[in-house]
């Protein structure tokens, strides 16, 4: 069983960066495809960028596309997401995932999840 830790949340003022962080536990992740998503208050949890286990390949929404970078360490067993310009809109709780079933865009096909970390953007 893996166990997926987030943290690095915290608040930001508009057009400022975090970092946050994805540790995992129990198996190592080098074989996974992992991903960040997110969930807005009333609103459905969403896509927010991957990374791919067999060549680094990165994939993004386009919401964050150029402001976002996701990358892995494989030898820490971690996952970060670097976010940088942020916009109020980002504000959400972010998720880590892993171990994609299906498309890596898809959250339902995602057998791992930590409990999630909140970022909140503002003036």
């Known amino acids: 069983q893996v166990r997926l830790v987030e943290s690095g949340g915290g608040k930001v003022q508009i057009g400022g960066s975090l970092r946050l962080t994805c540790a995992a536990s129990?198996?190592?992740?080098?074989?996974?495809?992992m991903a960040w998503f997110r969930q807005a208050l009333g609103k459905a949890r969403e896509f927010v960028s991957a990374?791919?286990?067999?060549?680094?390949?990165?994939y993004y929404s386009d919401s964050v596309r150029g402001r976002f970078t996701i990358s892995r360490d494989n030898a820490k067993d971690t996952v970060y997401l670097q976010m940088s310009n942020l916009k109020a809109e980002d504000t959400a709780v972010y998720f880590c995932?892993?171990?994609?079933?299906?498309?890596?865009?898809?959250?339902?096909?995602?057998?791992?999840w930590g409990q999630g970390t909140q970022v909140t953007v503002s003036q």
């Open positions: 995932a892993g171990y994609s079933l299906r498309h890596w865009s898809e959250a339902g096909g995602y057998r791992y």
């Open positions: 990374i791919s286990w067999t060549d680094g390949s990165t």
């Open positions: 129990g198996h190592t992740i080098d074989s996974y495809t």
